[in-house]
């Protein structure tokens, strides 16, 4: 991660301020100003923009800033190869209005949006950056006072410290994953026992005699056990029901045979008491016998009339025709004689019509001459037409004869315009001639800067080389003469993959520089790879010098300044010859222009002239149509002669119409009358027939009547009229009935049940002791079956869950041991998540010591101890400092506060190194100290700043804020925070 600008608005003491980090990259640099002015406030505004910390807003908010004013922090960062903006805008407390919410924004420089919100856009800092704010502040930034925190923290903080640094979060979470795993396996096998015990109470035995059970309850133990005991419970079920059935079969057999002996007495009493009722019945229908015998003589009555329903029919009939007849015979006569008066209307009118047919003639001739003018829509405004196509016809002759005009014009400008064709390839040949020129001289020009920039090159190298000698000559090394001979001499036989004549190990890498301490090792690698830089930077100019020689055209050698005058000249020849093809372009546009101009001219007059000859036609076809209209309809008005028209259309389509509504009306009413005369005559000749017919059944009746004794015709209609159908039935249901009953009666004399027969009181009620006895038996027998196969479902599932509940126990010990090693709960006594810390501790101390001892002059060590500092505080993760000098180790309490801040920083540096070698997601390339230099004497701080120009060199940027003066002299580069009044302003030396 490495900052790029950082914006300040309304934030501790700066009002508006931009702090560009573009020229630190790479380098060391001091924050520097008057304390309280706001040095701090830059590091804060980095951690707020990242991760937006709200806790410390009202004292990270400038106290000048008005309740209306947004307090905003914008960083742009770099990370990896992309480029981010992170924008936050602080909440601002009012007193007696509602807060102002906190706002976030982060996005590519692009402006392309990643995440919006303060949640998410903190969960994409984590993303992007890979690190959390507890995180930052332990490697990138140190923080004014807690710069010694993970040194002097307890095995459970630096637990903590490390665990988030390193991601060792998982083997907690694996850890505690396990014990989840084992409390839930041993509550599942709680939670078995329970079910075994609750479907084990639910045994049946309870129908049992209890001295028959083969144990108390409370001695069973196991599954096993209460499989055995229902075992024996059904057993003595299974004899308890067979003896119970037995009971039952004889209780049953005895009930039974009493049953069927009262049955048999019953049915016969109850065939007696049937046979009293007949007897009942039949003197009931003794009695209704002379109502029977009058529906009798009725029915006979009616059956003899029935000869004679027909002819009364008949009778009834007559009388009803002959009524009808003689009333359409008055209607038919009223009707011809109204027919009749119709028919003389209808001859009258006719006869009028014949006289009009003449005029109506000539009307019909007219129309047929003129009707074609009726059907064209010409003839309509004809006159107006016509002035309006000789106007337009004269307005067309002038815009003929204007356009002629216009068109001599161009053709004389088009003679005026004429040019050479050759004038414009000659152009373009020479401006191609100049223009080579200028290329082959600019090729000159770089060719002569390349041979510049290789001697600057040689000059370099040179410097570089004597810098090498130089270091070598003032340096004596770190071994003596003899061992540098020594050295030398292995060094000078021996290869890389060789083995060691002394050691025997495997020779990976042959040191350049043997004699030498790290520092100056360092040094002199440097410069060589310096060296390798510069020389490969020569050898690319001079390929690139080589390549553009064999492109130049002239082996001819100018000097620069004849070069650069030769490319003057060039270029004003070119700037002439392009403006000169200028002007002859101009003068081609308006050439063709012109013909352009002539050509559409020439298609408009063309137009003109074509839309000229069309309106004349049509001129001259409207002035012989008005013509031929006079000549024809003898009017001049149109109008007037379609008025005249359509009325002698009217007239002649009306006389037409009527002479054919008249002819069909006289011809119906002629049908008509024939046809009501023929009907006349028929029901004249009817009505005699039928009075002749009535006659002849009138005397049929009457002697009927006689005969029967009836009185009149009249009653006779009453008779045959009434129906007797529920009659018959009567008298037919009354003789079945008595034939029934008669049959009945005569069959209880052949079976001999017209006496009852007599049951006792006592006999009943031991049919029912026996019957509730049957019941009881067989109720209990069912409740043992039931009982019996319930059992034997619990026996199912007792078995089934002891099988489970083995096999659970056996899962359960196995994973109960190996969270027991995770956990640290065996022999070791040691956690798997605590083993990793101490192993990335281990780490961590492995390189601090490497600094620190160049810090200390190889005084202090830091190592690690197994014992706790602190009573209930895990073991194994607590810092001890070793002293060489004492030969002891003590608490890091006991260094000063220089040593504190070196072993601190050589922590941090540490830290830093191993996150890199760790985590390839995240890239530490920043590195920001607040404070701790003013404890360290005048040696301590030269190997604590070399050590953090190690970090320099390597591309880091080291920020440092501290008032010690010597650091002000011998950093370069400067960030000076400036206060004024209430606010601060930033000031930036490079």
Known sequence: MRPIKLELQNFGPFRSETIDFSDLHGKMFLLTGPTGSGKSMIFNGILYALYGSDSRVKTLRSQFAAEDEKSVVRLEFEMGNKVYIVERTMTIYREEKSDVPPKALLMFKDGKTIASGMKAVSEAILEVVHLNEHQFKQILLLPQGAFKEFLVSSSDEKSKILSTIFSAERFIYFEKSLERDVKEERARIEKLYLKLDHIFSQVKY?????DALPESLDQIQGFEQQL??????????????????????AVKEKKEQLQTDIKSRETHNVAVAQYEQLIAEKSRLDEQKIVIETLKTKIEQHKNALIMKHPLRSYDGNLKSMENSREKIAQLTEAIDGLQTKKNDVERELETLKKNAASVEEKERYIRTTERFVEMDVYQDIDKKLEEHVMLCNKLEEEIAKLTTEQSHLEEKKKQLTFGDDEEEILANKLEAVNNEIVETNKQIKHEHLDTKIKEIDAQITDTENERIELLNSMNGKYSAEDRSAIEHLTKHLEEGDNCPICSRVIEKLPEYAFYDAATNEQLNTIQRNLEVLKDQRKSIEIEKQLLQKELKSDAELSLEELQAQLKEFEERQVSLSNSKKELKEKERAYYK?????????????????DYNDKKNERDKLESTRSEFLKETKMESYAEFVEQHKSFVNQVDKHYAKRETLGKNLQTVNQNIAVSSDRLKYLQEQIVKEEEATRRLEGDLEAFLREQEIENIDVLRDILESDISEDETTVENYNNKLNEIKIKIASHIDAKTTERKVIQDDERDLLKELEVSHQTLVKHATLLKNDLHENNRLLEEIDTLGTTINEDIKTFERLNKVYEIIAGKGGHGISLHRFVLTYHLDRVLTHANIRLGDMTNGRYSLIRTNEANRKGSAAGLEIRVNDSFSGRSRHVDTLSGGETFQASLALALAINEIIIQSSGGIQLDTMLIDEG??????????????SLLGLEMSGKMVGIISHVEELKHRLEHKIEVIPNNDNSTTKLHV
């Open 206 to 210: 309870e129908r049992l005699e209890s």
């Open 228 to 249: 055995e005991f229902i075992d024996k419970v059904n057993a003595l079920i299974e004899e308890k029901i067979k003896e119970t059935e037995r009971e039952a079969g």
């Open 594 to 610: 012109n013909i352009e101009s002539i050509t559409e001219l020439s298609n408009s007059l063309s137009l003109k002239k074509s």
């Open 933 to 946: 230099f003013g404890t360290l004497d005048q040696e301590a701080l030269n190997h604590a700043i070399e």
